[in-house]
Nanobody, 123 residues
Framework: QVQLVESGGGLVQAGGSLRLSCAAS????????MGWFRQAPAKEREFVAA????????DYADSVKGRFTISRDNAKNTVYLQMNSLKPEDTAVYYC????????????????WGKGTLVTVSS
């Protein structure tokens, strides 16, 4: 079992930045690929970014490429999402997720989910 707890959400103006953190506990964190998803009001949950457990290979949704950066610190059992140049359309609840395969995250699935943190971007 893996428990995931997100933090770092909040209210920010368009053009601003936020860094989300996801602290993991339970089974060996470093053996899981980690990802971030988001769900805006009245919309389906969508993939944002993923990072592999070993080489740190990353994937991003086209909508966030060049603005968001996913990273991980295996020693701290933590994954981060640095969000820059935020837009109002980035407003959503952001979820941390874990799976043994990065491609599962990219396809929209995950074995473990956090409860989410709200990011609101004002125009």
């Amino acid at each position: 079992q893996v428990q995931l707890v997100e933090s770092g959400g909040g209210l920010v103006q368009a053009g601003g930045s936020l860094r989300l953190s996801c602290a993991a506990s339970g089974r060996t964190f470093s053996s899981y690929s980690m990802g971030w998803f988001r769900q805006a009001p009245a919309k389906e949950r969508e993939f944002v970014a993923a990072i592999s457990w070993s080489l740190g290979s990353t994937d991003y949704a086209d909508s966030v490429k060049g603005r968001f950066t996913i990273s991980r610190d295996n020693a701290k059992n933590t994954v981060y999402l640095q969000m820059n140049s935020l837009k109002p359309e980035d407003t959503a609840v952001y979820y941390c997720a874990a799976d043994s395969l990065r491609r599962t995250l990219v396809a929209g699935g995950a074995h473990y989910w956090g409860k989410g943190t709200l990011v609101t971007v004002s125009s």
